[in-house]
């Protein structure tokens, strides 16, 4: 089956450093690549879409200053949170989709703690 | 924009029963609809996917269903399990590719 996973699962990190997530396809080529954010017992919030080669597309309300968004192949989507503030702790959870069927495989997600 | 509603919010049920979770959509223009499950701090497993051609899909003791006419899916759990404690997640998938998620409802089966 697909399988997607996400590197780190869990981050601390301090007030004002960068933090970057990586999102890999491990048995598939993935030209789109989406980012969610997940707050407490909250829904799935789409923040980004990117495809591979070109710049991300940005859901409304999402700095795209703040969460920087590579996706440098077919198996690698980076998202980075410049300059990490404690309301930028979240849930990040990344898909990943196979064009022929549009159905998107979901990453375990990344823990993210800004003290 | 697609708005997706999951009621209820919360379920709790006795162990053995049968249950139904439901999940409606505004725009019936969606590509698939899929339902997940979420446990406590962890990532979303995906259980059924529903094409937009698909009335149902089944696997073990679940059943999902879909009616684009009416914006309604229903995720029916036969035979509950202690288990099968979980947030449990619908999502549609857009034409544009997006998928757009319902709140959840979190289920707890008693013992």
């Known amino acids: 089956g697909a399988v997607v996973s996400q590197h780190p699962s869990r981050v601390i990190c301090k007030s004002g450093t960068s933090v970057k997530i990586e999102c890999r396809s491990l048995?598939?080529?993935?030209?789109?690549m989406f980012w969610y954010r997940q707050f407490p017992k909250k829904s799935l919030m789409l923040m980004a879409t990117s495809n591979e080669g070109s710049k991300a597309t940005y859901e409304q309300g999402v700095e795209k200053d703040k969460f920087l968004i590579n996706h440098a192949s077919l198996t690698l989507s980076t998202l980075t949170v410049t300059s990490a503030h404690p309301e930028d702790s979240s849930f990040y959870i990344c898909?990943?989709?196979?064009?022929?069927?549009?159905?998107?495989?979901f990453g375990p997600g990344t823990r993210l703690t800004v003290l | 924009k697609q708005e997706v509603t999951q009621i209820p919010a919360a379920l709790s049920v006795p162990e053995g029963e049968n249950l139904v979770l439901n999940c409606s959509f505004t725009d019936s223009a969606i590509y698939n609809l899929q339902w997940f499950r979420q446990d406590p701090g962890k990532g979303l497993t995906s259980l059924l996917l529903?094409?937009?051609?698909?009335r149902e899909q089944t696997s073990g003791r679940l059943n999902a269903s879909l009616d684009k006419s009416s914006g309604r899916s229903t995720l029916y759990i036969a035979a509950s399990q202690p288990g099968d404690s979980a947030t449990y997640l619908c999502?549609?998938?857009?034409?544009?590719?997006?998928?757009?998620f319902g709140a959840g409802t979190r289920l707890t089966v008693k013992p």
């Open positions: 898909s990943a989709s196979i064009p022929r069927d549009n159905e998107q495989f």
């Open positions: 529903i094409q937009s051609s698909q």
């Open positions: 048995d598939f080529q993935a030209t789109t």
């Open positions: 999502a549609g998938l857009g034409n544009n590719n997006d998928m757009r």
